[in-house]
C-alpha cells in the first residue's frame, strides 16, 4: 500500500513556474513507476507525466511537452513535477498516482493502483 501526498500548488501568474511534490508512505516507493495527472472543471482527466520506477524514462503530455518536468528522489520517497512557462490553460487540479511495483510507465490513467488528493494549480493571464 502506498500513500501520497501533494504539496506546492498554488496561484500564479501566466508564464510563471510552480514546482509540486508528492511524498510517497513506505518503503517500496523505488519500485513504483509514478505519474501526474490533471483534472480541470468540466474537463476529463488528462495525463500530464510519468516516470519509470528507475527514474530512467520519463514521458509527457503533448501539451506540457517543453514545459514541465518530471522528477523522482527515490531517498526521499518523493516525486516532483517542475512547470514552468505556465499558461492559464494549465490550471486544474494536479494528482499524483503510483503503479504497482515493478510495472512499467503509462500514460494511461485506469493502470494506476495509488491516488493522492490532489493540489490546485491556479495560472491568472
Known amino acids: 500500500q502506498v500513500q501520497l501526498v501533494e504539496s506546492g500548488g498554488g496561484l500564479v501568474q501566466a508564464g510563471g513556474s510552480l514546482r509540486l511534490s508528492c511524498a510517497a508512505s513506505?518503503?517500496?516507493?523505488?519500485?513504483?513507476?509514478m505519474g501526474w495527472f490533471r483534472q480541470a472543471p468540466g474537463k476529463d482527466r488528462e495525463f500530464v507525466a510519468a516516470?519509470?520506477?528507475?527514474?530512467?524514462?520519463?514521458y509527457y503530455g503533448d501539451s506540457v511537452k517543453g514545459r514541465f518536468t518530471i522528477s523522482r528522489d527515490n531517498a526521499k520517497n518523493t516525486v516532483y513535477l517542475q512547470m514552468n512557462s505556465l499558461k492559464p490553460e494549465d490550471t486544474a487540479v494536479y494528482y499524483c498516482?503510483?503503479?504497482?511495483?515493478?510495472?512499467?510507465?503509462?500514460?494511461?490513467?485506469?493502470?494506476?493502483?495509488?491516488w493522492g488528493q490532489g493540489t490546485q494549480v491556479t495560472v491568472s493571464s
Open positions: 513506505g518503503r517500496t516507493f523505488s519500485s513504483h513507476a
Open positions: 498516482a503510483a503503479r504497482d511495483p515493478f510495472t512499467i510507465a503509462t500514460m494511461t490513467g485506469q493502470t494506476y493502483a495509488y
Open positions: 516516470i519509470s520506477w528507475s527514474g530512467g524514462s520519463t
